[in-house]
Nanobody, 123 residues
Framework: VQLQASGGGLVQAGGSLRLSCTAS????????MGWFRQAPGKEREFVAT????????YYADSVKGRFTISRDNARNTAYLQMNSLKLEDTAVYYC?????????????????WGQGTQVTVSS
């Protein structure tokens, strides 16, 4: 099982970034995909999730209206488009696979995790 997250970086407040998460077809197929983040000294928190079909998505209140989760099943890739970034969005962002396709907002529902990509928002 291998998940590869990418796209993080340093961006000014108000800017945008797009994160990508690529998995093997065996891992990705039929699974919900989630994004979580963890800031220094804080617990890992839910950001967004999407079911296999792409027809249902869920967001944390803190990112609703600014972030968009999507997926390209032909490319075994999930995305997180982040707009209007704020200082408090600074964290390591992790993608995760939910083989049961439940698309829950809790880390324990996910089976596999990527290595994380750093997002830093500056003023």
């Amino acid at each position: 099982v291998q998940l590869q997250a990418s796209g993080g970086g340093l961006v000014q407040a108000g800017g945008s970034l797009r994160l990508s998460c690529t998995a093997s077809e065996q891992t990705f197929s039929g699974a919900a995909m989630g994004w979580f983040r963890q800031a220094p000294g804080k617990e890992r928190e839910f950001v967004a999730t999407i079911v296999w079909s792409g027809r249902r998505t869920y967001y944390a209140d803190s990112v609703k209206g600014r972030f968009t989760i999507s997926r390209d099943n032909a490319r075994n890739t999930a995305y997180l488009q982040m707009n209007s970034l704020k200082l408090e969005d600074t964290a390591v962002y992790y993608c995760a696979v939910d083989r049961r396709n439940v698309a829950a907002a809790v880390p324990t529902a996910y089976d596999y995790w990527g290595q994380g990509t750093q997002v830093t928002v500056s003023s």
